[in-house]
């Protein structure tokens, strides 16, 4: 994978879930668990994903991992919330921090079905515990 395709990956991804692009897309070999900035800073209004051709686990699941992120980020009503209700908003923001809740991982499924076509294509098994333990529970109801 290239810059260029994964800077494709990502605007595909965003248009399938109709959320707008992340300010900022970092290819580096420095990305190996690869991540993503939240829309916190008033320079990145829409976020930043750092990936690279490193990943952890291949560097297009690196992306769909990361762009899940970034879509919970921006479907977020957080600005809306007060900080208690945000902390409680199932484990989404945590003043800015990134989790793996199960919002997270629904919209991780939902972007391997965009990708796929398939979510089980999607190496579940790679992801952190807690991501592939919910995505199991998601997919086999
Ligand atoms: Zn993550």
């Given amino acids: 994978m290239t810059k260029t395709d994964a800077l494709q990956l990502v605007r595909y991804l965003c248009w399938r ?20 900035t939240m829309p916190i800073h008033r320079k990145l209004p829409r976020g930043r994903i750092a990936c ?12 769909l991992h990361e762009v899940a992120h970034h879509i919970c980020a921006m479907r977020s009503p957080k600005r809306q919330l007060t ?26 499924i939902e972007l391997a079905e965009h990708w796929h076509g398939d979510v089980t294509a ?20």
């Fill in 17 to 36: 879930s109709k959320v707008d692009e992340p300010s900022e897309v970092t290819w580096t070999t420095r990305a190996v668990r690869g991540c993503y």
């Fill in 52 to 63: 690279g051709p490193r990943a952890w686990i291949s560097p297009e699941a690196q992306i």
């Fill in 122 to 141: 999607y190496p579940w098994k790679d992801e952190y515990a807690g991501v592939a333990k919910w995505a199991d529970r998601v997919l086999t109801q």
């Fill in 83 to 108: 900080r208690r209700e945000r902390r409680e908003s199932r484990g989404l923001h945590v003043y800015g921090k990134v989790v793996h809740g199960p919002w997270f991982t629904e919209t991780l």
